[in-house]
């Protein structure tokens, strides 16, 4: 089994900034991605940024130039820092973890979530 905590979450003012961190642990082989992913109530939760190790970076149109992604592969940790936040970047965001276990099968873990919320 994978664990995936994530934290950094909280209230920030509209053009404010935050990071936040992913600690993924557990029987991991091989890290093949990690990402953010986001929601708010009645929406479907919707791509942040992700990094796959055979396909490289993706972020969502709407954070493209303000937020940024990094991972460690070997930590199995993953940062997104976002700048210049905005109201409409308020939702809950969930961390998530593809690894590739010892005996070859790949899965994806989700972490429990952590409250952006981004008002004045």
């Known amino acids: 089994q994978v664990q995936v905590v994530e934290s950094g979450g909280g209230l920030v003012q509209p053009g404010g900034s935050l990071r936040l961190s992913c600690a993924a642990s557990?029987?991991?082989?091989?890290?093949?991605?990690m990402g953010w992913y986001r929601q708010v109530p009645g929406s479907q939760r919707e791509l942040v940024a992700r990094?796959?190790?055979?396909?490289?970076?993706k972020y969502a149109d709407s954070v493209m130039g303000r937020f940024t992604i990094s991972r460690d592969a070997v930590k199995h940790t993953a940062l997104l820092q976002m700048n210049s936040l905005r109201p409409e970047d308020t939702a809950v965001y969930y961390c998530?973890?593809?690894?590739?276990?010892?005996?070859?099968?790949?899965?994806?873990?989700w972490g429990q979530g952590t409250q952006v919320t981004v008002s004045s």
């Open positions: 998530y973890i593809t690894v590739l276990s010892s005996t070859l099968f790949e899965n994806t873990y």
């Open positions: 990094i796959v190790t055979l396909d490289g970076v």
């Open positions: 557990g029987s991991i082989y091989r890290n093949n991605a």
